[in-house]
């Protein structure tokens, strides 16, 4: 939900198209876009957005609108890691993922990834009929065999989907046009919007997939080391065992371990992994870039896993993630739902105890042993994948997006100057000195 005021009242609206028909300027803010140039940045503290005066309602929160005024207030906290329940909980997760799955089943579809979370899920409708699944990828890409394998062991026979050469410039531009939004990663969103447009052309009416299942069970790379550092103040020889185990099985090799670790919770290395040259563009250093208040709010300095925790599931990259999803959706006229993220769901993993969590050193160990009939294979593989593995190779588009940028605010960004370029915010335009 997006809010505006226009005229001594408020409007609202599900996306910038709709604030804009309804008289909303369509106004770039600046400040967003040089935390986007710079760092990738695309969420802002206060519900700002890209657009000035333009606002965004979280998701779990409500928009509230009297007399003129809007205030934004949180439905339902979310809840704290109380650190109490362990295997026992096994058979009520599993009933409550089925649930959560939703009505209407028999015009729906998942996504199937061949990871844990979307693999969990077809096991968990398996459980209450036959499930259609959507496999994407290209031949021997190692998450579509993973896909075709779960399929396999549940009986399911899914559509291939297969990406059909590079990504098009049109495909893409049609991509950005449905978010609405700028876009850091170009070629992340691009299975997902290949995947529902061919759901919806089949006839499909809800799309279902894993979103937020990472974020649900802190079961990114960069979670562990902290949870270990809680887990230590407490039980030091559990965090020792789970440490030693986790080495031996690591999600990522050493080197992209050690970037993506720092890179997630410390903003001054967000900074730097994230810059492509656009500070030097903008006249920004890479310690002044980490100063600004978006990027300290998106990149964040975090040494505590219960608030790494936290900023994952309402700050960073669930957030436009869900943007994505909804997005797409709407724009193919389906209904899309995200079955890890039910209330029910989120409050159960919450109470998980981190040597639950992370029991045996794995990443999101309980759902390994939830659904037995999955594939160990499945289950049991450690290394980190995703769509983005399988998506289509990006074409060389830099003339074009020079082309474009030329008719914009950043048109002057271009062509660099003799004089090296400098922001300013005094000025909220870029200037040269």
Known sequence: MLYAGLGGGIVSGKTYEELFAAGVPRKWRYEALVDFLATGTCVFPGGKTFFEGVFEVPPGHDLFVSEGSASVVEREPLPEASGELGEE?????????EEALGDGLETAALCLSGGLDSS???????????????????????????????????????????????????????????????????????????????????????????????????????????AMKKLRSGDPEAAARLEALHEK?????????????????????????????????????????????GVRFFGADLDDWDALRRHGLTRRSLRYLLHYDYHLARHFRVEGRAPMLSADV??????????????????????????????????FEARKTGFWHNGPSLPDFRGEVRRMLETTILGDLVIRPEKEPHYSQDQGDYANR
């Open 249 to 293: 099985n690591p999600p990522f090799g050493p080197i992209e371990l050690r970037m993506t670790r720092r890179c997630f919770t410390r903003t001054s290395s967000w900074v730097v992994l994230n810059d492509g040259g656009a500070c030097a563009a903008l006249g920004l250093s890479h310690e002044e870039a980490a100063e600004r208040e």
């Open 89 to 97: 909980t096994l058979p009520l997760l599993r009933d409550l993922l």
């Open 120 to 226: 969990s899920l077809a096991a968990a409708w398996a459980k209450r009929g036959t499930p259609r699944c959507f496999v994407y990828g290209p031949p021997g890409a190692p998450d579509r065999e993973r896909a075709l394998e779960a399929a396999k062991s549940l009986g399911i026979d899914p559509v291939l989907l297969e990406p059909d050469g590079p990504a098009k410039l049109d495909e893409l531009k049609e991509l950005f046009r449905i978010l609405e939004i700028p876009v850091h990663i170009p070629g992340a969103p691009l299975p997902q919007f290949r995947l529902i447009r061919a759901m919806a052309g089949d006839g499909v009416k809800t799309v279902l997939s894993g979103q937020g299942g990472d974020e649900l069970l802190c079961g990114y790379p960069w979670h562990f080391p902290l």
């Open 346 to 379: 989120v409050d159960l993993v919450s109470r998980f105890r981190l040597n639950f969590l992370y029991g045996e050193g794995l990443l999101k160990y309980p759902l390994r042993l939830l659904f037995p009939e999955l594939p160990e294979s499945i289950r």
